[in-house]
């Protein structure tokens, strides 16, 4: 039979201890160094995020003013476009009308 040994039961439970302080410093440093990189990370997105915000803001200001010629531009010729097809079905219409009178 195995006989009861304080002694050893003493060394036993102190290597459990050390090895469990021993994982919970281990862990401990490495998410130290986990959020460190998290707030670096962080950081650089931000400073990325206000340059890309920058650059869309002069790009919505350049395409408004794109936007707003083209539309200066395109109701004039579309007015002129309209009117040239109308005129143009009108007189095709007046030359189908002539056809069918010659066949008659």
């Known amino acids: 039979m195995l006989q ?10 102190i290597v459990c201890l050390v090895l469990t302080t ?18 670096k990370t962080a ?7 206000l340059k890309v915000n920058n650059e869309l803001d002069i790009v919505n ?3 408004g003013k794109v936007v ?7 109701t004039p010729l579309i007015s002129a ?8 079905s009108s ?4 030359k189908n009308m002539r056809k069918e009178e010659k066949n008659v």
């Open 4 to 13: 009861y040994d304080p002694m050893n039961i003493n060394i036993w439970l």
């Open 68 to 74: 707003n010629i083209t539309e200066k531009l395109s």
């Open 81 to 88: 476009g309209t009117i040239l097809y109308y005129i143009f």
């Open 91 to 94: 007189l095709k219409k007046r």
């Open 22 to 39: 021993v994982s919970i410093v281990a862990v401990s440093v490495y998410l130290i160094f986990l959020l460190a990189q998290f707030k």
């Open 43 to 49: 950081e650089e997105m931000e400073k990325t995020l």
């Open 61 to 63: 200001k350049v395409s």
